[in-house]
Nanobody, 122 residues
Framework: QVRLVESGGGLVQAGGSLRLSCAASGRTFSSYTMGWFRQAPGKDRRFVAAISGSGRSTYYADSVKDRFTISRDNAKNTVLLQMNSLKPEDTAVYFC???????????????WGQGTQVTVSS
């Protein structure tokens, strides 16, 4: 069982930055691929970024590549999402999730946080 709690969301102007954090419980954190997804009003939950258990491999949606950076600290059971050059279209609820299967589909993930709101004003 893994419990995930996100933090760090908020309101920011376009071009600004935010850093999301996800704190995980459980002793097997390093065995999970960790991902970030987002869901805008009226839209499906979509993949943003993921990082392998070791942290050596990272994956990004094309829409955030070169602007967002995912990282993890297995000693602290945390995963971070640094978001730079934010755009209004990045506005969504952002979810942290843990997977022991794949990385890009919501179906790959067994555990989810409650989400944190990110709003980017133009």
């Amino acid at each position: 069982q893994v419990r995930l709690v996100e933090s760090g969301g908020g309101l920011v102007q376009a071009g600004g930055s935010l850093r999301l954090s996800c704190a995980a419980s459980g002793r097997t954190f390093s065995s999970y691929t960790m991902g970030w997804f987002r869901q805008a009003p009226g839209k499906d939950r979509r993949f943003v970024a993921a990082i392998s258990g070791s942290g050596r491999s990272t994956y990004y949606a094309d829409s955030v590549k070169d602007r967002f950076t995912i990282s993890r600290d297995n000693a602290k059971n945390t995963v971070l999402l640094q978001m730079n050059s934010l755009k209004p279209e990045d506005t969504a609820v952002y979810f942290c999730a843990a997977s022991n299967k794949g990385y890009s589909r919501t179906l790959d993930y067994d555990y989810w946080g409650q989400g944190t709101q990110v709003t980017v004003s133009s």
